[in-house]
């Protein structure tokens, strides 16, 4: 019966994040943002553990005014590290291939790619300011 409740909390929460948007299959996203001509926003973050990350998503990703702007803008993409979640192998190993990539060293860190891939703008840490802050960077990117 633990499993079973386990396994249903674990699997509403990913469809919880897939309803929300959010994607974590890095291929797809790019496809989808190339498809869109969309910005690709890429989401490190330790979801369970870093305090600043969900302090993040909660004043900011799940706020309506970014969920709308995203819904019409970005292809979101969440690179997660959590301690606790449990992740198959294959995602794993394409976060840290990312976060390699992207030279990543804190969380959370926000990175936007135009639709062919290459890198608009990186943000390390928590971006204050609240969703209309956020829209407001991420806007200039798009009009550029």
Do not use: H
């Amino acid at each position: 019966m633990f499993c079973v409740l386990t396994a249903s909390i674990f699997f509403s929460g990913q469809v919880a994040r897939a309803e929300s948007g959010w994607l974590n299959d890095y291929k797809k996203a790019q496809e989808e943002a190339k498809a869109g001509n969309k910005i690709l926003l890429l989401n490190f973050t330790g979801s369970d553990w870093c305090g600043w990350c969900i302090k993040f998503d909660r004043d900011v990703l799940s706020q309506p005014q970014f969920k709308e702007f995203a819904r019409n803008n970005l292809v979101l993409v969440e690179l997660d590290f959590p301690r606790v979640k449990t992740q198959s192998a294959e995602l794993q190993k394409q976060n840290r291939q990312l976060a390699q990539q992207y030279e990543v060293v804190g969380f959370p860190t926000i990175i936007a790619l135009n639709s062919d891939g290459q890198k608009l703008w990186e943000y390390d840490g928590y971006f204050a300011g609240g969703p209309e802050a956020f829209i407001a960077e991420l806007e200039k990117l798009r009009k550029s």
